[in-house]
């Protein structure tokens, strides 16, 4: 009997200890389960989209784009693996903040060395808050007012990235507007949440996330001329893991000077405040969980997971710096998992074997060139697809920071001035706006009795994020 079959009601799925990690290891430690495994290989799509977005800003060959990829996403594994029951993936929200800032940089060596600089930056911050436990007490300490302008801005970038000059939206108008418009349907409305109440049709399109839309777009895309059709090849990726390693990494091009981490430390500021709304995410999910699986005790530790999701963002800065970075949370796919696994034990014996069948599924995926070849004519399609629902999500959850109407005045100007002159500007901004309204009242700001109780009425809708 394997160790995972021999777990008692309300017991924690069986590990190894590993000091603040939990090493839990497939077919041993939890059950394999094959229908998440299927749905990785194909939803490993997204993952790919992250290669226009660093031809577009490295100038990198598609080759060395898709080993940082692969690499990335083997470090997804560490998360289930050392105990964290989520799906990982990007720091979506803060994807806007970084291209800012890096294209700040000349293209070349600079913009390479401002990259690894931030990640690295990015990647210590995590893992020294996890290890003293402050991460929370970190993001208690920053105003209200300046939390909800820098997840607000983040979310109007994404979607100006988009719909900006010479953006994705000009290259394919039509393949967008369609996808985002099926999007939007089956994601946050109230009439299809009504529909999967009502049948099984319905209930399992709705668990397959954004898959059926990418699906979607590789037939509009042709047909309107803006994508050609996929050339399906056949055989295993060739990713060029060389010619990353002596181009596009510290092995290469040294360390960035000095300065460039000084100057990265705004943008890293704002996404620490960006990914931290993923973390309280996750302990949100899986508490609503808790009470459908009394037979399972789930132990999610936000410092542990800080010193796993800061680690792959070290990690990747000098293996593989990434434009979309390493972050606690896939949002949409969590949500997937756990509404299944909340359907019982049969369904789901453990969610270590939901979230970590998942990931290899994408691993999987990521090394057919089937997969690969299938999707690649609608990456930037699969990328605007991401940022325009990310922007709706983090615009709602941006308000939502606010807690007096005198925030959302100055969180609105945050905003504009983050989307218009970065993270550094942004945060200047803030400081000085809480200053001038706030005074001595700088750290707690101002609570509008009525402001919050409107929110809190608004938020008690079907929208799934």
Known sequence: MKPWQKRGTGEEAPYIPLGPFKLRLPFVHYRFEWPDYFQGLLMCAV?????????????????????IVILNGLLYLLHHLLGDPVVPGWITPAIPLLMLYVSAFPEG?????????????????????????????????????????????????????????????????????????????LI??????????????????????????????????????????PDIEWGFTQPDFMLMFQEYTIFGLGFPPWIMYLTAIPTVLAAYIVLFGDVLQSKALLKEADNQRPDEKVDYNPN???????????????????????GPLWAAMQVVIVERYKQGKAAMNSIFGGSGSFRWGTNTGLLLLPIVTLVQPILAVALALTLIIQGYVSVRIGIMQATSQRDLGIAGIIAAVLVVKGATWAFAVGVLLCLLIYGKAFFRGETDDTFVKDHESGNNDNEKD
């Open 304 to 326: 542990r997971a800080h010193l796993i999701f800061g680690g792959r963002n070290l990690g990747m800065s000098i293996f593989g710096p990434d434009v979309v970075m390493c």
């Open 188 to 229: 946050f409305s109230r009439h299809f949440a009504w529909l999967q109440s009502r049948s099984r049709l319905w209930a399992n399109l709705g668990k397959l996330g954004i898959f059926p839309i990418i699906a979607l777009a590789i037939v509009i895309a042709p047909l309107f001329k803006e994508a050609p059709w």
């Open 109 to 185: 060596e600079a913009r390479v060395h401002a990259l690894i600089a931030f990640q690295m930056m990015l990647g210590i911050l995590a893992i020294t808050l996890g290890y003293t436990g402050l991460a929370g007490k970190v993001v208690r300490l920053i105003p209200s007012a300046i939390k909800a302008g820098i997840i607000m801005g983040a979310g109007l970038a994404a979607v100006y990235v988009v719909f900006a000059e010479g953006g994705r939206f000009e290259q394919y108008p039509f393949t967008i507007s369609i996808a985002v418009g099926v999007a939007f349907y």
């Open 47 to 67: 993952d790919l989209a992250a290669i226009p977005l660093m031809i577009e800003l490295l100038g990198m060959p598609f080759e060395a784009a898709i080993a």
